[in-house]
Each structure stands twice: as C-alpha cells, then as structure tokens.
C-alpha cells in the first residue's frame, strides 16, 4: 500500500540546466498538489492538478516552471533554466482521507542548484 | 495580511509539560483545519484535523477551533523530546476546491 511517490529524492543541477521533478500519488488518488519550502520558511502552494487538467497554478512562477498531470504516468515538476534560487524542497502531496480534505505527502526532492 | 499566521518560535518547554501552539487565519469562510507535524529533513505528516467550534483530543493532542476569533491551537500533553519538530497550521481556504494554505509553522522544543 504505497504511500506518495517522489523521485528523485536530491537532485543537483547546475544553473541554466533543466530539472524535471515526479511525483505518483496514492493508488486511488487523482489530485496532486506541489509546494515548494524553503529553508526556515513554510509550505508554499504552487500548482494543483486532476488527472489532465490545472486546476489551479497560481502559485507558480509566471516564467520557467510548469506542471503536468498525464492521464498515463506520474505528476512532473518542471523547472527550466534554473537558477540559485530555485534551491528548495519540493513536496509532492495527494488528497484522500474521509472528505476528500487531507494531504499525503510525499518524502519530497530536495533541489540543489550549483 | 498572510491567510494563515503562526509564531515562529522556537518554543521550548520541558519534558512533561504542556505545549501550546497558535494560529491565526484571515479568510472568515474557511471551513476545515489542520496540524501537521515536520520533523527536521522529513515530508510533513497529518496529526490532527478539526471542524467545528471547540475541543478535539486524541491521545495527547488536544486542538482547539474558535472561528469567532479566527483562532485554532493545538495542545499536546506530557510532552516528550520526540515530540521536537515544527508544527505547521493548515487551512483549507474557502474557494471552491480543496486548496490547502499553511502557515511558516512553529518550531517546538522539548528538552529533556
């Protein structure tokens, strides 16, 4: 019974290369929503995704990021060109539980941009 | 003004003490609310959710919702070192769907 599934779990990237985050929800679960922590600071909403569908990406950089949900295949996390900031933990979460109101969180990626 | 407020600590208390946690929310229309717990390098974990006005305990966990006051806490009994993390506060903002917001989260000392 597997829980949510993130890959890889430290990924280091040189600035101007691309990193490509994934993430499998819980069997059973068709929502997934990324945030992103930075050190000493909480978790921030990016994106929130059904199967095929954004449902909400406010919380996204207007440049360089972009998320996907295919209707085969996990979640994936995309940050092109990427720079020093873009170092930070990324949290990968489905929704399930009685209500449909409570968040699984994956081990998350922590992304290192050299 | 942020959706959801919390202190940033650290609190620290000693072993077997009560520890006491607040928050705050902005968004007068938010229904549902959590505590999640995040031990240092670790993916954050649901602890306890509470929806209506008043008291939920489990086990040593006690939260506490005032939507009068905007106001939720979690007490958590005879604290032990293990319980050492940061507790983030999580709110699900009325808007249609399930968007979940948090707060920074309050670093929780226990010392033995």
């Known amino acids: 019974n597997a829980g949510v599934m993130q890959n890889p779990r430290h990924l280091v990237r040189r600035r101007g290369q691309e990193a490509r985050l994934r993430c499998s929800p819980m069997?059973?679960?068709?929502?997934v929503y990324w945030y992103r922590q930075l050190p000493e600071e909480g978790l921030k909403f990016m994106v929130y995704?059904?199967?095929?569908?954004?449902?909400?990406e406010s919380g996204m950089p207007k440049e360089r990021f972009s998320a996907e949900f295919p209707k085969e295949g996990p979640s994936i996390l995309r940050i092109q060109q990427v720079v020093r900031g873009d170092s930070a933990a990324y949290f990968c979460a489905s929704l399930g539980g009685q209500g449909n109101e409570k968040l699984f969180f994956g081990s998350g990626t922590q992304l290192s941009v050299l | 003004q942020k959706e959801v407020e919390q202190n940033s600590g650290p609190l620290s208390v000693p072993e077997g003490a009560i520890a006491s946690l607040n928050c705050t929310y902005s968004?007068?229309?938010?229904?549902?609310f959590f505590w999640y717990r995040q031990y240092s390098g670790k993916s954050p974990e649901l602890i306890m959710s509470i929806y209506s006005n008043g008291d939920k305990e489990d086990g040593r966990f006690t939260a506490q919702l005032n939507k009068a006051s905007q106001y939720v806490s979690l007490l958590i009994r005879d604290s032990q070192p293990s319980d050492s993390a940061t507790y983030l506060c999580a709110v699900n903002i009325e808007g249609g769907y399930q968007k979940v917001t948090f707060g920074i989260g309050t670093k929780l000392q226990v010392i033995p």
């Open positions: 069997k059973g679960h068709s929502h």
């Open positions: 995704l059904q199967k095929e569908n954004i449902i909400d």
């Open positions: 968004d007068r229309g938010s229904q549902s």
